[in-house]
């Protein structure tokens, strides 16, 4: 079905709706105006007997539009809530992710954190923003890490390395790395865990 039949019928759809609760007394009550020159015209309609029916046409024309009009307010309100809640949800998943998690520009500069990413880095939450990603890395790992992004492809596996970091207390001296591109391919995740930990199970 092309989008403009499909179009074509939802209007329908919301029009014999909107005819419906209006007929059976259940449409959402609501304070709206007509303008002067239609009510005239209403008025001028009424007024005699030949034209009485075409004015009441006209005022339930009116009235069925108003429902319709409040029908798509409440389903553009129905879905920014779920929009709203969806969002919500997907933010939570990703703060409280059992591993590390960082979104990155190509440069290396960190845009986005959550809590186990920043723990293994040795930092407090939201600290690593705006960091280098690199300057968390020996000299070594740094340069393995340049050079494996230049093969990380959008769509591709995601590819993984293992790299050491700086000495700091309170962080691991090792880290599994796992990477791949986002859907746009200008930026990357990063998904982190311990690799010593990991040695140690």
């Not at 989008?3 to 074509?8: C, E, G, H, I």
């Not at 319709?68 to 553009?76: C, D, R, V």
């Not at 070594?140 to 890490?145: D, I, M, N, V």
């Amino acid at each position: 079905m092309s989008v403009s039949a499909k179009a074509t019928r939802n209007k329908s759809q919301l029009r014999a709706e909107a005819a419906f609760r209006l007929k059976i007394g259940t449409a959402a009550a609501s304070d709206w105006t007509l303008s002067s020159d239609t009510l005239a015209l209403l008025f001028k309609l009424a007024s005699s007997p030949d034209t009485v029916m075409d004015g009441l046409k006209l005022l339930h024309e009116l009235q069925t539009h108003q429902v319709e009009l409040e029908m798509q307010h409440q389903e553009l309100e129905r879905s920014a809530q779920l929009q709203e809640k969806q969002q919500s949800q997907y933010a939570c998943l990703f703060e409280n992710a059992p591993f590390g998690y960082l979104v990155v520009q190509p440069d290396g500069i960190i845009l986005r954190s959550n809590q186990e990413a920043a723990y293994l880095l040795g930092l407090k939450s939201k600290a690593c923003n705006g960091k280098k990603f690199e300057s968390f890395c020996t000299a070594l790992s740094a340069y393995s890490l340049q050079d494996l992004l230049k093969y990380c492809v959008d769509g591709a596996p995601p590819m993984m390395c293992v790299l050491e970091l700086k000495p700091a207390a309170g962080r691991p001296k090792r880290i599994q790395l796992l990477i791949n591109r986002t859907p746009d391919g200008e930026q990357f995740h990063f998904g982190l865990s311990s690799y010593d930990q990991l040695l140690k199970v």
